[in-house]
């Protein structure tokens, strides 16, 4: 008994450790380096007609979403790479990519420092904080809906891993479509706060990848991934 509780011990220590790296991974810009306000629209007011039908988008997935629909919402709540591992095959796995997992750990960081911000200027509500009759499905928020966080992470990951792996560019892109479409089918996002997410993270993703910091990361998490995938 002591035996598997000093194991389980260990591994509680082992995800907390994990956990606490992600945490502390700086960002490779900020929103110093990309202010998204000067790139982006502003959102569209409140009243407009524009936010109440894309509400009533919202509303609509609410009432026909599936199961699995929801299942799928709720996974891609996290904000990691490790969310491409269905297209990316069993090797793909934190254990075995450290340097890669560091990597893009700075790469979701980057995401934060850069749209947080932004948020923040625009504060546009969240549908549920606009209609009570939306019922997310995901872990609420309050911060900012413009742009959306998740579909600039997601871009952002799914645009530098696929120049890694350009083999497979076309199912890592989907991927990243459908893990930014999986904010509106929570309900917890507009369809344009995804849209603007896009391009924030296409955005984001040219300014490192053309930076020399960036680049010897991304020099060394690419050669450990082709490696471990055999390719």
Known sequence: MKRYASLAAGLLLLIVGSAAQAE??????????????????????????QTKAELGEVLTLQVTRTPEMVA?????????V????????????????????????????TEGAVVDPAKDVWKRPRPHQLSDLVKPAVKLSSSGSWPSGHATVGTMMGIILSDMVPEKRAEIMARAAEY?????????????????????????????????????????AKAELRSDLGM
């Open 180 to 220: 930014a479409h999986n904010r509106e089918v929570g309900g917890i996002h507009y369809a344009s706060d995804v849209e603007m997410g896009k391009i924030s993270g296409s955005v984001i993703a040219a300014v490192l990848l053309n930076r020399d910091d960036f680049k010897a990361e991304y020099d060394v």
């Open 82 to 109: 490790w969310r491409f591992a269905n297209v990316m095959g069993p090797k793909f796995n934190k254990e075995t990519l450290p340097k890669f997992s560091a990597f893009f750990d700075r790469v979701v960081a």
């Open 24 to 49: 502390d991974a700086q960002p490779f810009v900020t929103n110093k380096d990309v202010d998204l306000t000067m790139i982006l629209p502003p959102p569209p007011a409140n009243d407009s007609a």
């Open 72 to 80: 799928s919402a709720v996974a891609d709540a996290e904000e990691n």
